[in-house]
């Protein structure tokens, strides 16, 4: 049988490089990489039109997408975790400002369904009691999954998020680093709350997966499984995980990270209904770990 070539998308992350760069390979197919930069360039294609065979993707954009019936099937293999409370700032020129504070003010975010975005607004109504309804969303961008309805309020189309925050446009925003001076962390200090948060939860956030297209799981689950498996291999090839483990490989490694980020999307109505974590995989990924 002829070796299929699969058209894939994954960021430049360490304990993919060896896949990337050819060095580890698979009997079954070839891996023909397209580089998009920033990654999640990519998920607009590939919620949309499938336009890959295998991807990247921010879980709450595959969390949408399985709510609004696309044909991707998800991996239990993480590209991308982080703790996130380093990605909110805003503008102490205008007055001091906490976690706590938010409600009533005007909080920028590239698209109200980021997954950093989605992660860092459960934080802050499940650990610090914020109501987000009272905030007045400012976004820039379009979702990825297009049936999604966005009522938060448009930046003008020339504005940048870090510039309006300068401005006074804004009184925080999600999702963003900055090295200016004039910013500071909206959590005062974002390494000591993140360790204080996995502490108490022990879940390291997940921000991006590996999705495949239904028509690739369906018509030939030896390949998803082998995705899968070579991917694994190159993270074992990169060495000892970080502790906590920042990529968690497999169903149960990712289990409650998972039933916390559909917990969160549920609660801010960017899905319908609660998943359980089995529901997320189909008949092969649902065995991997």
Same mark, same amino acid.
């Given at each position: 049988?002829? %070796?299929?070539?699969?058209?894939?998308?994954?960021?430049?992350?360490?304990?993919?490089?060896?896949?990337?760069?050819?060095?580890?390979?698979?009997?079954? &197919?070839?891996?023909?990489?397209? =580089?998009?930069?920033?990654?999640?360039?990519?998920?607009?294609?590939?919620?949309?039109?499938?336009? &890959?065979?295998?991807?990247?993707?921010?879980?709450?954009?595959?969390?949408?997408?399985?709510?609004?019936?696309?044909?991707?099937?998800?991996?239990?293999?993480?590209?991308?975790?982080?703790?996130?409370?380093?990605?909110?700032?805003?503008?102490?020129?205008?007055?001091?400002?906490?976690?706590?504070?938010?409600?009533?003010? %005007?909080?920028?975010?590239?698209?109200?369904?980021?997954?950093?975005?989605?992660?860092?607004?459960?934080?802050?109504?499940?650990?610090?009691?914020?109501?987000?309804?009272?905030?007045?969303?400012?976004? &820039?961008?379009?979702?990825?999954?297009? =049936?999604?309805?966005?009522?938060?309020? %448009?930046?003008?189309?020339?504005?940048?998020?870090?510039?309006?925050?300068?401005?006074?446009?804004?009184?925080?925003?999600?999702?963003?680093?900055?090295?200016?001076?004039?910013?500071?962390?909206?959590?005062?200090?974002?390494?000591? =709350?993140?360790?204080?948060?996995?502490?108490?939860?022990?879940?390291?956030?997940?921000?991006?997966?590996?999705?495949?297209?239904?028509?690739?799981?369906?018509?030939?689950?030896?390949?998803?499984?082998?995705?899968?498996?070579?991917?694994?291999?190159?993270?074992?090839?990169?060495?000892?995980?970080?502790?906590?483990?920042?990529?968690?490989?497999?169903? =149960?490694?990712?289990?409650?990270?998972?039933?916390?980020?559909?917990?969160?999307?549920?609660?801010?109505?960017?899905?319908?209904?609660?998943?359980?974590?089995?529901?997320?995989?189909?008949?092969?990924?649902?065995?991997?770990?």
């Amino acid at each position: 049988m002829d %070796r299929l070539k699969l058209k894939a998308v994954l960021g430049s992350h360490p304990h993919v490089q060896a896949v990337k760069a050819g060095e580890l390979r698979s009997d079954l &197919f070839d891996l023909d990489f397209v =580089e998009y930069t920033p990654t999640n360039t990519a998920f607009k294609p590939m919620v949309r039109d499938q336009a &890959f065979d295998v991807c990247e993707m921010a879980i709450v954009t595959y969390l949408m997408a399985k709510a609004h019936g696309k044909p991707l099937v998800l991996l239990p293999a993480t590209m991308l975790g982080r703790f996130q409370h380093a990605y909110a700032l805003y503008n102490p020129a205008r007055g001091t400002l906490g976690p706590s504070d938010l409600e009533g003010k %005007r909080v920028g975010i590239r698209s109200f369904t980021t997954t950093t975005g989605a992660w860092i607004r459960g934080i802050l109504a499940n650990d610090y009691g914020v109501n987000l309804d009272k905030i007045r969303w400012v976004t &820039f961008e379009d979702p990825h999954v297009a =049936e999604y309805v966005d009522t938060t309020e %448009r930046a003008p189309k020339d504005r940048k998020i870090l510039q309006m925050l300068l401005d006074g446009e804004l009184d925080a925003v999600l999702g963003e680093t900055s090295n200016d001076p004039k910013l500071k962390p909206l959590f005062p200090d974002p390494a000591a =709350e993140a360790a204080k948060w996995y502490a108490r939860r022990r879940i390291v956030p997940v921000n991006h997966l590996v999705v495949v297209t239904e028509q690739l799981a369906k018509a030939r689950p030896e390949m998803v499984a082998g995705i899968y498996d070579l991917l694994k291999r190159n993270k074992d090839l990169a060495g000892p995980a970080a502790s906590p483990d920042l990529v968690p490989f497999g169903i =149960e490694a990712n289990r409650m990270p998972l039933e916390l980020i559909v917990d969160y999307a549920f609660q801010q109505a960017l899905i319908p209904r609660r998943y359980a974590v089995e529901e997320l995989f189909d008949a092969t990924t649902r065995g991997l770990n």
